[in-house]
Each structure stands twice: as structure tokens, then as C-alpha cells.
T-cell receptor, first 115, second 114 residues
Framework: SQTIHQWPATLVQPVGSPLSLECTVEGTSNPNLYWYRQAAGRGLQLLFY??????ISSEVPQNLSASRPQDRQFILSSKKLLLSDSGFYLC??????????????FGQGTRLTVV | GENVGLHLPTLSVQEGDNSIINCAYS??????FIWYKQESGKGPQFIID?????DKRQGQRVTVLLNKTVKHLSLQIAATQPGDSAVYFC?????????????FGGGTRLMVKP
């Protein structure tokens, strides 16, 4: 069966510090991968998605970047965090391939507080 | 989604009543739709899905209705229970060259009063 791991679960970082959140998927290959951010009491904002190794698409301009060094590894980074980067970050994956409509599977999220 | 920066709308229902959560989607090419439930501090969980060749699908206590003419999706929860309190998101997908891509709606917070 497929599983998605996201860590850490919570993180408190000072303004200006770097960030690295990691997400890995097991039990599938060549997935679509996503990073979402959710501010408190708000909806899901798609930040990045990836359809393959080294292929990253950004949905909104921001202080963050993403990388996909391996097929099932997706990393969210920042060189210098801002207060506005605080939020709940969710990694997700879905099956890739034409004609395959399936749901996305989410990790448990990372709550980031920038102080 | 365009509403992600707004506070979530809230639907408050009495325990035992039926709940109806609505969602308007944007892409007429979308051919697969999903409802997710997100409890506090957790990632969204799949509830029910529907393909564009259907207009209704029923689960155990949930029903999803799809109206492609007006691009509207609804989730009906029968006999709402306190455990149904959560944020509910609709999502639409369509196949581009890379396969299915998900777009989420803004979400609705459901509060169940005992």
C-alpha cells in the first residue's frame, strides 16, 4: 500500500532562518507531488507541483522554493523565512498518467511558526 | 483556488439534521470531483468522489450531487453527527499532458451543535 511521510510535524523557526521540509512517498512510482499551504482558518493554497524528477511548477510567487531530487521525494525550502511564511504545510501525491483520475493523498502536515 | 485567502464560511447544524455543503467549480473540462474532510491539525481525507458522467453518487451517509450545467457540486451528509465537524473541501481534476491535476475549492467549516 502507498504511504506518504511528511516531517517534521511542528516547527518553530526565527525570522531569517532557512527552512527545509521533506516529504516522501512509498509504494508507488512516478507520482504527481504537491505542496500546499493553509493559513489558520483558511483554504488550501497550492504552492508547487511536480510531475517528475527535477520538474517543478510554481503556482504563486513567494519566498519558498521546491525541489524533487528523487522520484518520491519532494522538498520545500526557504533561504530566509518571513513571518508571513507561518502556516500549515501539506504535502500530497496523486497517480500520474492520462486517463487516470484519482484522488490526492495527503500527509499529516507540518505546522510552521515563524517568530 | 481564488478563495484561499478568505476566512472559511461556516455552516452550523444541529446534531441529527442533514447538512448540505456547496461548491462551485471553475473548469468546464474537469471530469472528476472529490470531497475531502479535514479535521483540525490533520491533512485532508478522501470522503467521496464522482465522475462527470454521473450526477449523483451515494456513500454510507453522504451523497454527492454534480450539476455540470452550472458547474456546481454539493455534499449532503445525513443525520449529521458531532464527529462530522470539520472543514470540507471540494476538488476538481482534469487531465493535462502530465495526467490529473487537482484544484481545490476554498472550503467550508461544518460545526455540529449537540
Amino acid at each position: 500500500s502507498q504511504t506518504i511521510h511528511q516531517w517534521p510535524a511542528t516547527l518553530v523557526q526565527p525570522v531569517g532562518s532557512p527552512l527545509s521540509l521533506e516529504c516522501t512517498v512509498e509504494g508507488t512510482s512516478n507520482p504527481n507531488l504537491y505542496w500546499y499551504r493553509q493559513a489558520a482558518g483558511r483554504g488550501l493554497q497550492l504552492l508547487f507541483y511536480s510531475v517528475g524528477i527535477g520538474q517543478i511548477s510554481s503556482e504563486v510567487p513567494q519566498n519558498l522554493s521546491a525541489s524533487r531530487p528523487q522520484d518520491r521525494q519532494f522538498i520545500l525550502s526557504s533561504k530566509k523565512l518571513l513571518l508571513s511564511d507561518s502556516g500549515f504545510y501539506l504535502c500530497a501525491w496523486s497517480v500520474r498518467g492520462r486517463g487516470l483520475n484519482t484522488e490526492a493523498f495527503f500527509g499529516q502536515g507540518t505546522r510552521l511558526t515563524v517568530v | 483556488g481564488e478563495n484561499v485567502g478568505l476566512h472559511l464560511p461556516t455552516l452550523s447544524v444541529q446534531e441529527g439534521d442533514n447538512s448540505i455543503i456547496n461548491c462551485a467549480y471553475s473548469n468546464s473540462a474537469s471530469d472528476y470531483f472529490i470531497w475531502y474532510k479535514q479535521e483540525s491539525g490533520k491533512g485532508p481525507q478522501f470522503i467521496i468522489d464522482i465522475r462527470s458522467n454521473m450526477d449523483k453518487r451515494q456513500g454510507q451517509r453522504v451523497t454527492v450531487l454534480l450539476n455540470k450545467t452550472v458547474k456546481h457540486l454539493s455534499l449532503q451528509i445525513a443525520a449529521t453527527q458531532p464527529g462530522d465537524s470539520a472543514v470540507y473541501f471540494c476538488a476538481e481534476t482534469y487531465n493535462n499532458n502530465a495526467g490529473n491535476m487537482l484544484t481545490f475549492g476554498g472550503g467550508t467549516r461544518l460545526m455540529v451543535k449537540p
